[in-house]
């Protein structure tokens, strides 16, 4: 399924402040895209765009942290969990309940999500386990 019309708020772009780490974010891309740095001025400066795509351009270019291929699947798990605590965003995701959620897109990311029948799907599996943990 794509991330959009019904299912648009699954995506990381639909507007959600998310507060991650100190620092409050309009969407969770601007959070996810922040955290692949430790210099906390680019975490701000990235917080302030516009825009999530701004913010994924942005993330292409700040000096990635360390242990980011490490830790990159836990700080999406963290930033969804936080998104989904917002009441109009628990109840939606709880909604999708018996869906199976796969982040189809166009743009061949199949680390994230399925292109073209191939991928690994991570967003929609990180999402139906924060869908787990809610529905207890």
Not at 22 to 39: D, L, N, R, V
Not at 64 to 76: A, G, S
Request: net charge neutral; charged share 25%.
């Amino acid at each position: 399924m794509k991330f959009r019309l019904k299912y648009a708020f699954l995506s990381n772009f639909h507007p959600c402040e998310v507060e991650y780490e100190g620092i409050k974010y309009p969407t969770a891309e601007h959070a996810f895209q922040a955290s692949k740095t430790m210099i906390i001025e680019s975490r701000e400066e990235i917080a302030k765009l516009e825009s999530p795509a701004s913010a994924k351009h942005a993330g292409h270019f700040v000096p990635l942290r360390p242990d980011w291929e490490q830790v990159k699947l836990q700080v999406m798990l963290d930033i969804l969990r936080i998104k989904f605590q917002n009441p109009r965003m628990r109840d939606a995701l709880i909604g999708t309940n018996g869906v199976k959620l796969i982040e189809e897109n166009e743009w061949n990311d199949t680390f994230w999500g399925v292109c073209n029948g191939r991928g690994q799907n991570h967003l929609g599996k990180l999402l139906m386990q924060v869908r787990s943990e809610l529905c207890g």
